[in-house]
């Protein structure tokens, strides 16, 4: 059974910094598209970062360019690195993985519909 647990989120102060974690248990993560989504009260969930995993390509939302940086820790844990934090960055942050390898096109897409498999999410709140 495919599992994805994330860890990491809390409250911090503007400008501060996190980082999640992502947990992988159930299947090897070779050649698939891992993201973070996040989701605030009354928005869309949107898309963040995603890896492609087995090539290293990133993707990142222009809200959290240069600033967030996603990657593959190890054969099971994949993180985003959250700095300069704003208080528009505060939001449930869900971990999500591809049901099978996808090509990196769609893996960069960042769409919710690629997406088969998806954490329970960690809330991130940023303080002004």
């Known amino acids: 059974q495919v599992q994805l647990v994330e860890s990491g989120g809390g409250s911090v102060q503007t400008g501060g910094s996190l980082r999640l974690s992502c947990t992988a248990s159930?299947?090897?993560?070779?050649?698939?598209?891992m993201a973070w989504f996040r989701q605030s009260p009354g928005k869309e969930r949107e898309g963040v970062a995603s890896v492609y995993i087995g090539y290293g390509d990133t993707t990142y939302a222009d809200s959290v360019k240069d600033r967030f940086t996603i990657a593959r820790d190890n054969g099971s844990t994949v993180s985003l690195r959250m700095n300069s934090l704003k208080p528009e960055d505060s939001a449930m942050y869900y971990c999500?993985?591809?049901?099978?390898?996808?090509?990196?096109?769609?893996?960069?897409?960042?769409?919710?519909?690629?997406?088969?498999?998806w954490g329970q999410g960690t809330q991130v709140t940023v303080s002004s």
């Open positions: 159930g299947y090897g993560l070779s050649r698939y598209c």
């Open positions: 999500a993985s591809t049901e099978a390898a996808i090509p990196e096109l769609l893996c960069a897409r960042l769409a919710r519909g690629n997406f088969a498999y």
